[in-house]
Structure formats: structure tokens, C-alpha cells
């Protein structure tokens, strides 16, 4: 099984980038933001040199198609496929490879296919993508556009339960993440049955120690070499038995 990998972090992306197992890795240079501005379009021109682009808007699409990117094209779940329609319009816009919409159940993904996408196994799944930035608004020190690209915080609901949040300073907006990691480490046989092209891990808040024992766990688990419990504990399995209700 081929395993791939997103980064939000440069310094996430060298932690892992010798471990055998993991292939390709989407970094912060070659992954596009979730908010593109009409202001933003001279700074992702630098996408342009990359070989490969994990995508994350319809906008993006257009904007690579108007200035003729030669790259491959891999769309994240945030770009709308769940039907063959949808599918067949990104296949039309030459994307290389579709991710598994995050909605989909399992008996949806072996009923539709995904033998041609790639599918989320580990990751903090994005619970809003907001331009209302946390620290701007309601944390000390107000807003951080400081020239550096990520800054993290941390919202507590009512029940006392944490959302890491990441104020993206270069594009201006928020990920406000799921308190625990989406993980399908005990859906290993049924991933199997589906035959995805490939499966990714999604690393958002965890240090790059963190990310060296959660990769290694996964290509020790998916090549058949590992059966003790994930380097970390609470997570959630998503939508992937119950589906959306």
C-alpha cells in the first residue's frame, strides 16, 4: 500500500522524509492554502515551479488551468466528489488524483469505488476554515502577521474539550481542528477490500517526533510488520462506519 503524507510544517515534512514506507510528501510548498484571496494570486505564482500540487479550492484548479501548470494535480477532500459527475468534471480538468470526501461512509466508498483516489487513514480532520482569526479577535496580542507563516492557539468549549486551532498569517484565515485525530487503524482489512490508490497521513499540530513514531506505526501496520496499539491515544474513526446522518 502506498502511503503518503501532508504537512503542514516544513520541519513535519524533514522529520519524515527518509522513513522507508512513506512516499510522497505534500509540504508547505506544494500544498496550496484553503483560502485563496484574489489578493493572494501573486504570492501562489511560486506554485507554479513545483513538480506536484495537492489542491484545496475550485479556485485553485482555475488558477492553475489560466496560467497552464504542466505539474500533476492531486485534489484534497475539500474539493466536492462524491458523486461520478463531480468526479468526472476533475478528471476533465486534468487532476492526477482525487481524495475521498471525508463524508463518505465505507458501504458509499465500495458502492461508488476509490481505487483511483487517495484516502485519509490519520489526521486532525478541519472542523471550520474561518478568516475570522482567533487571535485577532478575541486572544491577547491581537493579530500575528508577522512575516511568519503559522501560529498555533487552542479554543475550549463548555465541556472543557480542545480544538487546536492554526492561524495561517501567510493567507490570513484559521484551521480549527477536531479535538482528536480521525485514525482507521482498526480498519486496516476493510481499507485493504477497497484497494485505494493510495492512503495519506495528515500531520497538523503533532511534533516531528510525534510524526516519526505515527508514520512508522502506519507503514509498519499496512506492510504487516506491527500490531500493537497507535502512538497516541483518543481518536475518532470519522463517518467511516455510520456515514453522514
Known sequence: ???????????????????????????????????????????????????????????????????????????????????????????????????????????????????????????????????????????DGGCMGDGRSLHEEVLTDRMNVRFPVICVCRYCYNIILNSCPLSLHKDKDKISKLSPKSIRLYFTTEEPGECVKIARYFTGLFNDDVCIDPPYGQYTRG??????E
Open 1 to 139: 500500500m502506498v502511503i503518503n503524507a501532508v504537512c503542514e510544517k516544513s520541519e513535519q515534512e524533514s522529520a519524515i522524509k527518509d522513513i522507508d514506507g512513506i512516499g510522497r510528501i505534500f509540504g508547505p510548498r506544494n500544498t496550496m492554502p484553503y483560502v485563496m484571496r484574489n489578493d493572494d494570486e501573486e504570492r501562489c505564482l511560486a506554485f507554479l515551479t513545483e513538480p506536484f500540487l495537492l489542491v484545496r479550492t475550485i479556485d485553485e484548479l482555475g488558477f492553475l488551468r489560466y496560467h497552464d501548470y504542466k505539474g500533476e494535480i492531486v485534489t484534497d477532500h475539500t474539493l466536492y466528489n462524491c458523486n461520478a459527475e463531480a468526479y468526472g468534471f476533475l478528471k476533465e480538468q486534468d487532476v492526477y488524483r482525487t481524495t475521498v470526501p471525508l463524508e463518505l461512509s465505507y458501504h458509499e466508498m465500495e458502492e461508488g469505488g476509490i481505487e483511483d483516489s487517495e484516502l485519509m487513514v490519520y489526521g486532525r480532520v478541519p472542523m471550520m476554515i474561518s478568516a475570522g482569526c482567533v487571535r485577532k479577535t478575541s486572544m
Open 239 to 244: 463517518h467511516f462506519i455510520k456515514g453522514v
